[in-house]
C-alpha cells in the first residue's frame, strides 16, 4: 500500500471518518471507475495489488441523489448526498447509512459557480460559518491531477496522479492513483474523490 517516495506526515493526524484510517505511512490507493469485479456500482476502490478497499454504490441503488461508501466487507462507511436547490453544487456527507443532521461530518461545494478548472471549497459540520475552509482541493480532474489540501493553505494532505503501474494498466485505462499522505484518513480522502468524481460526471451530463 506504500510507495519508496518521502511524503510528508501531517503536523498532527488528520481525523474525519475513524481513527483506524489514519495510518503512519503513505497510502497508495487505485480509483477504478468501471470495476467488473463489483456487483454493485461501478466505482471501486483498490490497493496496489488490486484488492477491493471501497466501493460505492452507483444512482441506481440509490435515492434522491443518496450515495453510500462501503468498506470491503461492504459495511457502509460514510452517506453522501447533494443537497437539492443548492447553486455551488453542495455535497453532505454523514457518518455510516445516516442521513441525520447531528451524523453530518463534512460538506463539499464548488468554490464558484463557473470553473475552468476544479476548485472545490470542504467544511466540517462544526464549522458553521464556513469564512474559511478546513480542507480544499484544486486542479485539472479530466487529467487527474488534482491535490487535497489541509484548509486555506499550501500544505497538501493527498494527490491524485495518473497510474503507470503494469496493475494499472490491466485494470484499463479508465482509472487513476491517489497518494494519501501519512497520518491522513484515507477513507476521507477517498470520500472527498467520490463527490469529486460525481460533481464532474454531472457536469458533463449537464
Known amino acids: 500500500m506504500t510507495t519508496g517516495a518521502s511524503y510528508p506526515a501531517a503536523a498532527s493526524p488528520v481525523v474525519v471518518v475513524a481513527p483506524h484510517f489514519c495510518v503512519g505511512h503513505p497510502v497508495d490507493l487505485t480509483i477504478v471507475r468501471k ?20 466501493k460505492a454504490q452507483g444512482k441506481i441503488f440509490s435515492l434522491h441523489d443518496r450515495r453510500v461508501l462501503l468498506d470491503a466487507a461492504g459495511t457502509p462507511v460514510i452517506t453522501y448526498k447533494q443537497k437539492l436547490m443548492s447553486a455551488h453544487r453542495r455535497w453532505e456527507v454523514f457518518r455510516g447509512e445516516s442521513s441525520d443532521e ?33 480542507f480544499g482541493i484544486e486542479g485539472n480532474w479530466f487529467e487527474s491531477k488534482c491535490a487535497i489540501y489541509a484548509g486555506n493553505s499550501n500544505n497538501i494532505i493527498a494527490q491524485m496522479h495518473r497510474n503507470h503501474s503494469s496493475k494499472s494498466i490491466l485494470l484499463g485505462k ?5 497518494t494519501v499522505y501519512p497520518n491522513v484518513d484515507y477513507a476521507f480522502i477517498v470520500s472527498l474523490v467520490v463527490i469529486l468524481e460525481e460533481i464532474n460526471t454531472d457536469r458533463n451530463e449537464s
Open 35 to 54: 470495476l467488473m469485479t463489483l456487483s454493485e456500482g461501478t466505482f471501486g476502490v483498490t490497493d496496489v495489488d488490486g484488492n477491493i478497499m471501497f
Open 102 to 134: 447531528k451524523d453530518m461530518l463534512f460538506s463539499v461545494r464548488k468554490s464558484s459557480l463557473f470553473q475552468m478548472k476544479t476548485k472545490l471549497d470542504v467544511f466540517m459540520a462544526s464549522n458553521t460559518s464556513e469564512d474559511v475552509c478546513d
Open 174 to 178: 479508465d482509472n487513476f492513483g491517489v
